[in-house]
């Protein structure tokens, strides 16, 4: 049985212990050596359908990222010290300080929280679509969704994983995920794991 797209709706699981997720929500650094300088121009995202590529993060893939974001449903500060809920949702930047919204003092339901994880990865969607040029199925697109989303638009522009996708070198793009594990210096198993899930999605359909 394949794992194709469904209209149900995707339940989150509350993460109660952040440190199970072994830093598969850290920020990596860039294996990159910087932006090339025959860098590829971006296209336009109005063009994306034409080229066909979905056009939003699927709940099963919100879902997917949420498992390597972590889900928790009070307001916490991160590791960088900024008020945060949800999936890796910023309520602002700094500590939480008592001024937060009332709704998130209150916390939050699985539902919101996926609201707001579909509203947070839509500037990553957006990104992609106007980054890639070749046809993506719904699998392939939320993988990348989950890449840009955790290492930023920034690192998929420069990325050699991009021109690679962009020459239509769709089976190389599962080893050059793989690359992208280091943060703090040292490789992480919580990005490990993520990147080959998103490997995996991308070539194999799986929502792992």
């Known amino acids: ?96 300080n008592g001024r937060e919204p009332l709704e998130f003092r209150r916390g939050i339901t699985r539902k919101r929280a996926l609201e707001l994880l579909q509203a947070d990865a839509g500037k990553a969607a957006r990104g992609v679509r106007r980054l890639i040029k070749v046809p993506l199925n719904q699998q392939q697109f939320d993988a990348l969704i989950s890449f840009t989303f955790n290492c930023g638009e920034g690192a998929l522009t420069a990325s050699t994983l991009r021109k690679r996708l962009n020459r239509r070198e769709y089976a190389g793009v599962p080893s050059e995920l793989n690359k992208w594990v280091m943060s703090g210096g040292k490789k992480l198993e919580g990005l490990i794991r993520r990147r080959k899930a998103e490997g995996a999605l991308f070539s194999k359909g799986r929502y792992q």
């Open 1 to 96: 049985m394949s794992d194709t797209e469904t209209t149900d709706e995707v339940e989150l699981e509350e993460t109660t212990d952040l440190a199970t997720l072994e830093g598969s929500n850290a920020s990596p650094e860039s294996p990159e050596d910087g932006i090339a300088d025959d860098a590829e121009p971006e296209g336009e995202e109005e063009e994306a359908d034409a080229r066909g590529i979905p056009p939003r993060l699927s709940q099963r893939g919100a879902g997917f990222i949420a498992r390597f974001e972590g889900c928790v449903l009070h307001m916490y500060n991160d590791p960088t010290g900024n008020a945060t809920i949800g999936v890796g949702h910023l309520i602002h930047m700094g500590p939480i």
